[in-house]
Protein backbone atom coordinates (compact mmCIF):
# COMPACT_ATOMS: atom_id res chain seq x y z
CA UNK A 1 0.00 0.00 0.00
CA UNK A 2 1.51 3.19 -0.90
CA UNK A 3 2.28 6.07 1.75
CA UNK A 4 -0.04 9.38 1.40
CA UNK A 5 2.45 12.53 1.31
CA UNK A 6 1.69 14.48 4.74
CA UNK A 7 -0.51 17.45 4.33
CA UNK A 8 0.66 21.02 4.18
CA UNK A 9 -0.59 23.27 6.77
CA UNK A 10 -2.32 26.37 4.98
CA UNK A 11 -0.33 28.60 6.81
CA UNK A 12 2.89 27.10 4.87
CA UNK A 13 1.26 27.53 1.48
CA UNK A 14 1.95 30.11 -0.99
CA UNK A 15 -1.65 31.67 -0.10
CA UNK A 16 -0.96 31.21 3.70
CA UNK A 17 1.99 33.29 2.93
CA UNK A 18 0.53 35.89 1.40
CA UNK A 19 -2.18 36.34 3.89
CA UNK A 20 0.37 36.35 6.58
CA UNK A 21 2.75 39.40 4.83
CA UNK A 22 -0.87 41.12 4.65
CA UNK A 23 -1.97 40.39 8.13
CA UNK A 24 1.93 40.97 9.36
CA UNK A 25 1.65 44.76 7.97
CA UNK A 26 -1.83 45.25 9.76
CA UNK A 27 -0.43 43.84 12.72
CA UNK A 28 2.91 46.51 12.67
CA UNK A 29 1.04 49.18 11.52
CA UNK A 30 -1.77 48.57 14.86
CA UNK A 31 1.42 48.23 17.05
CA UNK A 32 2.60 51.59 15.89
CA UNK A 33 -0.91 53.40 15.95
CA UNK A 34 -1.58 51.68 19.86
CA UNK A 35 1.91 51.20 21.08
CA UNK A 36 0.37 48.20 22.23
CA UNK A 37 1.63 44.67 21.45
CA UNK A 38 0.23 42.82 18.62
CA UNK A 39 -0.20 39.34 18.87
CA UNK A 40 -0.25 37.11 15.55
CA UNK A 41 -1.32 33.41 15.42
CA UNK A 42 -2.42 31.19 12.23
CA UNK A 43 -6.03 29.68 11.86
CA UNK A 44 -5.64 26.69 9.88
CA UNK A 45 -9.12 25.39 10.24
CA UNK A 46 -10.57 28.51 8.70
CA UNK A 47 -7.57 29.46 6.63
CA UNK A 48 -7.27 32.92 8.55
CA UNK A 49 -4.09 34.96 10.24
CA UNK A 50 -5.73 36.23 14.04
CA UNK A 51 -4.49 39.31 15.22
CA UNK A 52 -4.99 40.47 18.66
CA UNK A 53 -4.10 42.62 21.11
CA UNK A 54 -1.85 41.70 23.81
CA UNK A 55 -1.81 42.26 27.83
CA UNK A 56 1.33 43.66 29.54
CA UNK A 57 4.33 41.01 28.90
CA UNK A 58 3.70 40.15 32.84
CA UNK A 59 -0.02 39.27 32.57
CA UNK A 60 0.25 36.87 29.26
CA UNK A 61 -0.99 33.38 29.74
CA UNK A 62 -1.84 30.21 27.57
CA UNK A 63 -2.20 31.16 23.54
CA UNK A 64 -0.48 34.60 24.21
CA UNK A 65 2.80 32.89 25.35
CA UNK A 66 2.24 31.01 21.97
CA UNK A 67 1.48 33.42 19.20
CA UNK A 68 4.09 35.94 17.41
CA UNK A 69 4.21 38.98 19.15
CA UNK A 70 4.58 42.18 16.94
CA UNK A 71 5.68 45.07 18.91
CA UNK A 72 5.54 48.87 18.31
CA UNK A 73 9.05 50.07 16.16
CA UNK A 74 9.30 53.92 17.92
CA UNK A 75 10.36 53.05 21.69
CA UNK A 76 9.08 56.29 22.47
CA UNK A 77 5.84 54.99 22.04
CA UNK A 78 5.57 51.77 23.72
CA UNK A 79 3.22 51.91 26.55
CA UNK A 80 4.62 50.49 30.04
CA UNK A 81 4.82 46.85 30.04
CA UNK A 82 4.91 46.65 26.03
CA UNK A 83 7.70 46.32 23.52
CA UNK A 84 11.00 44.81 23.02
CA UNK A 85 12.50 47.20 26.16
CA UNK A 86 9.52 45.19 29.04
Same mark, same amino acid.
Given at each position: ???????????????????? #???????? /??? !??? *? +????? &??????? #???????? /??? !??? *? +????? &???????????????????
Amino acid at each position: MARRSPKVPWSQTQEGVTAY #EIARANAQ /RLA !NES *G +FDIGL &EANDLFR #EWRTMALP /RRE !NRR *G +FELQC &EVVSCESLDRCQPGHGPRS
